[in-house]
RNA sequence: GCGGGUGUAGCUCAGUGGUUUAGAGCGCCGGCCUGUCACGCCGGAGGCCGCGGGUUCAAAUCCCGUCAUCCGCGCCA
């Protein structure tokens, strides 16, 4: 197809092109006929600009709908005074159409892309089965474009320090432990399978063994687990390793390649965004004590406070059973909660609940000399379990919470680690409903000294908190063995505002150290050489020390974009159960593929 | 696997057991319109009310089941 080809973007057409003669390549976004007049806002990649076409010049300008890509030749004339276009940077000129031609026709659309306000309520699967129209409108652009432009910087940045970006085998061997992998038929050999990598973690240590000494790659990561709105079947990370290093090479690395990424985007596409200073730390006992998860949200305070020793005696007989039975009295504080309605509360308390508390527990606090109340030292409270306090245990409490006047404290009687999962939720509610989280600022902090493993009560055995190559801390390696559970690791996360963006730790590279870590974790002999021989193998020839970390590309944009979907961030994305609608897979496979596979379906029942 | 929400025109939605013909805005089709830019005005077409069953004289509406989708829980080394 022979077409004129464009001399300018859509967008750049300012008045200093005044006169001049343009082609343009586009697409008509709208299109205005007004009888004797007829305008096309004709849209590129750069932009918007209108053209004008005289109908008497034209015979079949009817043709000219919607989404019609169009090649255009015209003159750039500038607009009058009083037809400026002040919402548009073009507003100021317009083409005068000489010639057009269509260069691709278009139906109807499904759902009216050009405006944006509407496209905001259209139903997602449908604009996923279109995606290729749904990704015309300039806000998908801008998503493309601002992630696009992360994973240059992320590369650019790495290349600059001695970075080799090496990829990984997609298809490659099941790992059991962790998520649910997807799986490969193996043609030759029927009955064996491939997997798809939940990460290059193995390789990429295989990597550091080989002398890469520095490496990243953009890697896909491939998941078989429930979907959430920021969870994809398949996602990105940023996987980088590196040699002959410790723990703070890795943290100070990773946190200036974020702090510079995520400043420059925040500048080149003018986002609504503080800069990203210096990341906090904070250790994971004191993140569970004080946020009740390993995730906190830093943008506000708040912490938890711990009533169980002010409480230890009192005659509230919940408080008083679950203390005695090893819990916790634990809260957090509502500024300003005191003025909710029962029914506010009762939501309150029926959110926790979701979240598996027996029951939320909250008292009002108002000044001294309130009606009603039940005086605590220089305040007072109230609330259908303040009776069953003196005003010590209160006023013990009321320190413990730094409670004010108007505050509503919510307390939660549990074992400490079930508390901190209604607990650190409630905090978040509570941080919305005040309106203290938020969206300008992106508050990165470490999370470090995780413990290696955890007791996994389903299981009956020790589970790893990062994974099986985590390296325990050396000065906790002696109790590998008789007291798994004080070991910490050499093991951080990136968390920002309350989501888990990065993960990472130093790794074992002495095979004997691998081999205990997998023996605490369970793991026999035979079972190792089967799945991990190759790593202990290779741990045998000169394996340096190394570590690395893994942030996720997809939240990355989501943190920049305010996107509560990751959907909105991914080009072409699966709906919650996995399925493509536009490519509409998974699909069935033809007989000829049973036969090469060699497998068959099993018999229902 | 579990809980909650949604499903009505191409899109977004209204419609709480009783009008003949299930409505609105946008879109679509036809007509008019020389300065619009969410153009405007007039007219028109378009519906297995997700699907299946039940209750009823009568069901978009009530009940049961089922499917899809969204949000969450479990899960996510």
Redesign the pocket.
């Known amino acids: 197809m022979s077409f004129p080809q464009r001399t300018i973007g859509c967008g750049d057409l300012r008045p200093d092109a005044a006169g001049r003669k343009v082609v343009l390549n586009g697409w008509a976004h709208?299109?205005?006929?007004?009888?004797?007049?007829f305008?096309v806002?004709l849209r590129d990649r750069s932009g918007i600009v209108?053209l004008?076409l005289d109908p008497?010049r034209f015979a079949n300008l009817?043709e000219i709908?919607?989404e019609t890509c169009l090649a255009v030749t015209g003159r750039v004339?500038r607009?009058?005074p009083?037809?400026?276009?002040p919402?548009?940077p073009t507003?100021e000129v317009?083409v005068l159409v000489d010639e057009y031609q269509v260069l691709g026709p278009s139906k109807?659309?499904?759902?009216?892309l050009?405006?944006e306000?509407?496209m905001a309520?259209?139903?997602?699967?449908?604009r996923?089965k279109h995606r290729y129209l749904d990704l015309r409108r300039p806000s998908m652009l801008r998503r493309l474009q601002i992630r696009a432009s992360a994973v240059r910087r992320i590369r650019a940045y790495l290349d600059a320090r001695g970075f080799l970006e090496v990829e990984t085998p997609i298809i490659t061997k099941s790992?059991p432990?962790?998520?649910?992998d997807y799986l490969v038929p193996y043609r030759l050999d029927p009955g064996k399978f491939y997997a798809l990598p939940?990460?290059p973690?193995?390789y990429k240590q295989l990597l550091m063994v080989a002398g890469v000494e520095r490496y990243y790659q953009i890697a896909k990561c491939f998941?078989d687990?429930?979907?959430?709105?920021?969870?994809q079947p398949e996602f990105t990370q940023l996987d980088l390793e590196m040699s002959f290093v410790v723990q703070e090479d890795v943290l100070q690395l990773m946190e200036d390649l974020t702090r510079q990424v995520v400043n420059g985007l925040i500048e080149d596409f003018g986002l609504d965004k503080r800069p990203v200073g210096p990341f906090a730390r904070i250790s994971y006992d004191e993140a569970m004590r004080l946020y009740g998860c390993d995730k906190p949200d830093l943008r506000f305070g708040l912490p938890i406070f711990d009533a169980t020793e002010a409480l230890s005696a009192c005659s509230f007989g919940v408080f008083r059973s679950t203390i005695e039975a090893g819990g916790r009295i634990r809260g957090v504080r509502y500024p300003g909660g005191a003025h909710l309605s029962r029914k506010d509360v009762s939501q309150l308390e029926a959110f926790a609940k979701?979240?598996?508390a027996k029951g939320l527990a909250t008292l009002s606090v108002v000044p001294s000399d309130a009606p009603d109340a039940v005086p605590a030292g220089d305040l007072a409270v109230k609330g259908s379990i303040a009776k069953f306090f003196t005003a010590e245990e209160l006023q013990a409490t009321l320190r413990e919470a730094d409670a004010e006047p108007g505050d509503l404290l919510c307390f939660v009687a549990d074992r400490y680690e079930a508390g901190n999962?209604v607990l650190y939720?409630l905090r978040n509610e509570i941080g919305d409903r005040c309106g203290l989280r938020d969206r300008r600022e992106l508050n990165f902090c470490w999370v470090l000294d995780f413990p290696l493993v955890e007791w996994d009560e389903?299981t009956g055995r020790w589970?790893?908190?990062?994974?099986?190559?985590t390296s325990p801390k050396a000065e906790d390696l002696p109790f590998l063995e008789s007291d798994p559970a004080r070991v910490r690791a050499d093991c951080y996360d990136i968390v920002c505002n309350g989501v888990e963006w990065a993960s990472g730790s130093i790794r074992i590279h002495r095979p004997d150290v691998q081999a205990r870590v997998f023996s605490l974790l369970g793991i026999d002999e035979a079972t190792q050489r089967e799945r991990f021989g190759h790593m202990l193998e290779a741990f045998q020839y000169g394996a340096p020390p190394h570590g690395g970390i893994a942030p996720g590309i997809d939240r990355l944009i989501m943190f920049l974009t305010d996107d509560?979907?990751i959907?909105e961030v991914i080009a072409f994305p699966k709906?919650?159960?996995g399925?493509d609608?536009l490519m509409d897979a998974p699909s069935p496979i033809d007989a000829q593929q049973w036969e090469e596979i060699g497998l068959r379906l099993a018999d229902p029942g």
């Open positions: 709208r299109v205005r006929d007004l009888g004797g007049l305008f806002d209108q004008f008497s009817q709908r919607p004339e607009r009058s009083d037809t400026v276009n919402k548009i507003g317009e109807p659309l499904p759902f009216p050009s405006d306000e509407q309520q259209v139903n997602e699967e449908l996923i790992t432990e962790g998520a649910r939940q990460s973690q193995q998941r687990e429930s979907q959430r709105s920021d969870r979701t979240f598996g999962n939720r389903e589970s790893p908190t990062h994974h099986p190559f509560e979907n959907r709906v919650g159960n399925y609608p």
